[in-house]
């Protein structure tokens, strides 16, 4: 049952060829999108006492403004962006080209350029700390990397233990076919709010734990979803617990300390995409390829909201720094801002 009357706040539809593919929020109502033309741009969104009356066509296209078109720039689509440091001004982003690029976001400045890629096949996911400039990087090529931000130095290299799974993606023509079956894909990653650990979602289903400080893979967990974990998303207020959903749709909240799933719910009806904790840990909010956004109480594992807005599969969402906002994309290159106040 609906407990809240959250609402749409606005939509636009970006001239984003083949979508957008990944947003992360900075500090007071920015954020950073990431689109699979392989362009990277700040965006701001405006308060409610900003926001202009609908067009006549009934759109309304200026409750959010362009900052910047030229964060960052790839020759393939960006396939994530996220954002930490001091003051979140530090913001990361991989491509299908298998590069990692770190840029300030305040000064629109690159930092660093590498290619993370291993061995064959391209960065996926990548993550920041959230107060020292370090990042890590994972992907196809079955390792975790562990970079300095400003220089992309690799600092340490973890290898994920061999698949055990069917792997979730079929272009593998690169790798030996006596090696397919075996090399890990690593989709999704996240850092705690300490910056001690992270935690990788992988294709077999598993959770691989890892210190931020060795770069070494602590533990295991098998048996957490029975297909490809596409999303992983630490706690705000805690470094305990973890959402992670994936092919199979059941969404589960992770114990951390505990390495044991505390609570589970199911609500979409295709594979869920990304997943993203409120501020106070009140509420976290998924969206899948059945093109929905949902909102759930974390306590009860209920559903208190749901949108239905973009026409194509959500790629990616987050809740904007104020607490009153969450910031979606799509393939149909929709951005979509709703109204959810994150209170207890």
Known sequence: MFTKGYVSRGMITLSASGGITSVAATEDRRFVIGTASGNVQLWNALDAENMSTEADDGSSTDFVTLISDNLAHHTLGVRCVRAGGENKDIGVCTSLDGELTVFRISETETLSETQVQGRPGESMAAAVCSKADVAIAVGTHGSVRVLDAANGVV??????????????????????????????????????????????????????????????????????????????????????????????????????????????????????????????????????????????????????????????????????KDGIGIVSVAEDSTLIVHDATDTD
């Open 155 to 320: 600092n340490g290299c973890a290898e994920l233990e061999k698949s055990t799974g069917a792997p979730a993606l079929a272009n593998r023509a690169e790798i030996p076919k006596d090696k397919r079956n075996l090399l890990p894909i690593a989709l999704s990653v996240d850092i705690d709010i300490t910056d001690a650990h992270a935690l990788v979602g992988v294709d077999d289903g598993s959770l691989a734990f890892i210190d931020m400080q060795t770069a070494k893979v602590l533990w295991t967990q098998r048996g957490c979803h029975r297909h490809a974990v596409k999303c992983v998303a630490f706690a705000k207020h805690t470094p305990s617990e973890i959402v992670t959903s994936g092919s199979d749709q059941l969404i589960s909240v992770f114990d951390v300390r505990a390495r044991q799933v505390a609570a589970t719910v199911r609500g979409h009806t295709g594979p869920v995409t990304c997943a993203s904790f409120s501020h106070s840990g009140t509420y976290f909010a998924t969206g899948a390829t059945d093109r929905s956004v949902r909102i759930w109480d974390r306590r009860k594992m209920e559903m208190t909201f749901r949108s239905r807005t973009h026409q194509q599969t959500i790629m990616d969402l987050d809740y904007l």
